[in-house]
């Protein structure tokens, strides 16, 4: 059974940094692209952030705009997103995901195994 559990959120000022990290059991690690997704209350959920599983590539949505890193450990099966120069609006619970049909140049998926998510809250 796939699992994924994050880790790393909470409370931080505007401008500051945060590292989420991503556990995986169940399968193995690098069989399939890692992303993240964010949800904020009344929105809908959006892809931000994933690495390929064959040759590790990168990609981001583009409101991103360059602040966020996303990086994995084989060896350790986690994966992590590194978020800085955090704004009010990347507030919102942030999940992991992996699965065999993520595109990577759209972060988007037919279908996903999730993780619990790990809630984020920017204040000033």
């Known amino acids: 059974e796939v699992h994924l559990r994050e880790s790393g959120g909470g409370l931080v000022q505007v401008g500051g940094s945060l590292r989420l990290s991503c556990a995986a059991s169940?399968?193995?690690?690098?069989?399939?692209?890692i992303g993240w997704f964010r949800q904020a209350p009344g929105k809908e959920r959006e892809g931000i952030s994933c690495?390929?599983?064959?040759?590790?590539?990168?990609y981001y949505a583009d409101f991103l705009k360059g602040r966020f890193g996303i990086s994995k450990d084989n060896a350790k099966n986690t994966a992590y997103l590194q978020m800085n120069n955090l704004l009010p609006e990347d507030s919102a619970a942030y999940y992991c995901?992996?699965?065999?049909?993520?595109?990577?140049?759209?972060?988007?998926?037919?279908?996903?195994?999730w993780g619990q998510g790990t809630q984020v809250t920017v204040g000033s």
């Open positions: 690495i390929t599983n064959s040759d590790s590539s990168t």
């Open positions: 169940g399968f193995t690690f690098d069989d399939y692209t």
């Open positions: 995901v992996t699965g065999p049909t993520i595109v990577p140049q759209t972060i988007t998926a037919k279908s996903l195994w």
